[in-house]
């Protein structure tokens, strides 16, 4: 029960996290969770250069695993968006 | 790539998305036993799993609903004829056994809305612990479906020879009053067998889980048609959404 009230508490976060993405984040992110389209092709689908997509993925990855509170510091991630 | 380099791409590589190039290496890391990708990638296997709640709260038919509200709300209070008279004849009385009456009435309701909140809120954690155990399954199926279509809905259709089947949907408006999605596992012999049923959010997105286990050599796609709201022993329209199971 409490590992249920500890993923419930993460799953609220994470919600409202995805809710503060900007729409540019919040769609690579739908491309690649409902419609399962890679990096290069979501950059030939939105008509963007792949940096462009992966600036944003990134970002948003970013803001998501913010919202968990995992500390990937020490993983070399860096903490700017 | 670096370990740096691939920090980024580890919740793509459990969606399936990362390029195969990438994929390869954080495959290979992982099979090596590299700590750092090994962690990286149960850090992401956790977020995405979260992203379930991102997914449609699925509001239930009216007759399940009602189901519902039936099974956890008080029964209706009855008071014996006897009683009636008697609180005619003291005015007072009734007044006191009404707002007792009001009051048990609204405490069953707020009951009945608790426990309805409680069976969504287990719902949705089922859910991402279905997903969670999915995205760990070593012989996950992965394919998509609508990709070339140049109108929705799109998405993709996981199948586990041992936790069933999930499927993420986009682009698919919610079905009509009365109406709702169901989802098939069609047999390479045989009718198709019912695998639950969904609704999608406003924003055309859902989330479906049907667990259990699947026999992947008899298996031939996975499909979705729209049916009367009580669902269907066999599908009633042509279903819009078949998805092959990859072998």
Known sequence: MDEDLLNSDRGRRLQTAFEQLNDHQRQVMELAYFEGLSQSEMAAKLNQPLGTIKTWTRAALQVLRAALGENRNAMGESTGI | ?247
């Open chain 2, 1 to 247: 790539m670096t370990n740096e380099e691939l920090n980024e791409q580890y919740e793509l590589f459990v969606l399936g998305v990362a390029e195969p190039e990438v994929a390869d290496e954080i495959r290979a890391k992982l099979a090596a036993g590299d700590p750092e990708v090994t962690q990286g990638v149960a850090l992401a296997r956790e977020l995405v799993a979260g992203l379930a709640f991102t997914a449609p709260e699925v509001d239930p038919p009216d007759h399940l609903r009602k189901k519902i509200v039936a099974a956890v709300s008080h029964e209706p209070q009855t008071f014996p004829r006897w009683f009636w008279v008697w609180a005619t004849a003291t005015a007072l009385v009734t007044v006191v056994a009404f707002n007792f009456w009001q009051r048990e009435q609204k405490k069953g309701a707020e009951v009945a809305e608790m426990r309805q909140l409680l069976i969504a809120q287990s719902a949705e954690l089922k859910t991402v612990s279905q997903l969670l155990e999915f995205l760990n399954e070593p012989e996950l199926k992965l394919t998509t479906f609508g990709t070339a279509q140049p109108a929705p809905p799109r998405g993709r259709v996981l199948v586990s020879p041992n936790k069933g089947v999930l499927l993420l949907v986009s682009n698919l408006p919610p079905a009509a009053q009365g109406r709702i999605y169901q989802m098939w596992l069609v047999p390479k012999q045989g009718g198709p067998v019912p695998m639950g049923l969904f609704q999608t959010t406003a924003q055309g997105t859902a989330l479906h889980v049907r667990p259990g286990t699947v026999d992947l050599a008899s298996a031939a796609a996975i499909a979705v048609s729209l049916e009367p709201e009580a669902g269907s022993t066999a599908p009633t329209t042509t279903p819009f959404i078949i998805a092959p199971v990859a072998e």
